[in-house]
C-alpha cells in the first residue's frame, strides 16, 4: 500500500529517527503541526544560572521572534510567566499562558514592551525536564498571521499529545547541563546593587521584592498573597518604591529596573 506522505504518523515518525540531531526541532514542530494548527514555534531551554538557550524558532511573520535575542535573552526572561514554570518546578506536561500569567499579565508593562510586539495571541508549552536543573519549553503559538485562539479542540489534542512529546523532548536534549540553583532572592539582591550603583538609589528588601512582582504583572492583591502581607501592605510599598525611585508609573519603573537585570 502506497504511503500517504503527509499523515501525522509519518512525521511522528520522522521526529524519532532524527532523536539527537539538529533536525530534531524542525521535525518535532512539523508533527505536531500536522495534529492541530499553529502558526509559530519557540524551543527554549531554561537554566538555574544563566541564560536560556533557544533551541529552535519557526514563525510565519517575522516579529514574532523579532527581539528574542536582544530583549528576552537578555533580561526579560527574568519576567516571564514560562520562566517562572522553570523556577517552581512544575511537572512535566501542557500549560496555557492564559491559564498560569499573574492576574495582570497582559496590562503590565512587559507585556506592552515585548508580548505585544510579537503579535502573539495565544500560547501553550510542553514543558520537559531533560537533566537536573534544565527544562526545555516547547512553545507553540497562535498570533497576528491567523489571529485565532486555539479552540477547545486544539487543546484537546495538544493535551493527549502531551506524554508523546515530553518523552521526546527529554530524550533528545538529554545534553544540556546546568548548575547551582536558581533563587528569586539572589535576583532581588542584584537588583538592589545595581540600583545604588547606578542611580544611587536604595531599596529596601521588601521594596525590591514589591518592584520584581509588579514588574512580573502581579496585582496588589496576587502580591499580597505571595509575599503574605495584605494589599493595603502592598499599597504602602509601592508608593514608597516609587517616590525612592523618582517615578509615577509602572513604565518608568519598567525602563529603569528591566536594564539592570541582565547581569
Keep these: 500500500m502506497a504511503q500517504q506522505p503527509n499523515l501525522a504518523e509519518a512525521h511522528l515518525g520522522a521526529a524519532i529517527s532524527s532523536l539527537g540531531s539538529d533536525a530534531f526541532g524542525p521535525d518535532l514542530y512539523s508533527w505536531l503541526h500536522r495534529c492541530f494548527e499553529i502558526d509559530n514555534t519557540t524551543m527554549l531551554a531554561y537554566f538555574q544560572t544563566q541564560r536560556p538557550q533557544i533551541l529552535f524558532t519557526q514563525a510565519r511573520i517575522p516579529s514574532v521572534h523579532g527581539n528574542i535575542e536582544s530583549d528576552y535573552i537578555s533580561a526579560a526572561y527574568l519576567l ?32 506592552a514592551a515585548y508580548y505585544r510586539s510579537t503579535t502573539l495571541i495565544d500560547e501553550i508549552a510542553y514543558v520537559a525536564y531533560p537533566a537536573e536543573g534544565v527544562s526545555v519549553h516547547v512553545c507553540l503559538g497562535r498570533d497576528a498571521s491567523s489571529g485565532r485562539l486555539f479552540s477547545p479542540r486544539d487543546i484537546e489534542i495538544a493535551q493527549k499529545l502531551s506524554p508523546i512529546a515530553c518523552a521526546l523532548m527529554a530524550r533528545n536534549w538529554t545534553g544540556l547541563s546546568s548548575s547551582g540553583d536558581y533563587d528569586d532572592a539572589a535576583l532581588v539582591r542584584h537588583m538592589r546593587d545595581r540600583l545604588v550603583e547606578h542611580h544611587g538609589i536604595s531599596l529596601s528588601q521588601r521594596q525590591a521584592e514589591v518592584a520584581l512582582l509588579i514588574l512580573r504583572g502581579h496585582s496588589s492583591v496576587s502580591i499580597s498573597l505571595r509575599l503574605d502581607i495584605s494589599p493595603q501592605t502592598v499599597k504602602v510599598f509601592r508608593k514608597q518604591l516609587y517616590r525612592k525611585c523618582g517615578i509615577c508609573s509602572q513604565a518608568e519603573l519598567f525602563s529603569l529596573v528591566t536594564p539592570l537585570l541582565s547581569a
Design 80 to 111: 516571564d510567566p514560562f520562566h517562572e514554570l522553570h523556577v517552581q518546578k512544575v511537572p512535566a506536561g501542557l500549560y496555557r499562558l492564559r491559564d498560569f500569567a499573574p492576574d495582570q499579565f497582559t496590562r503590565n508593562e512587559y507585556y
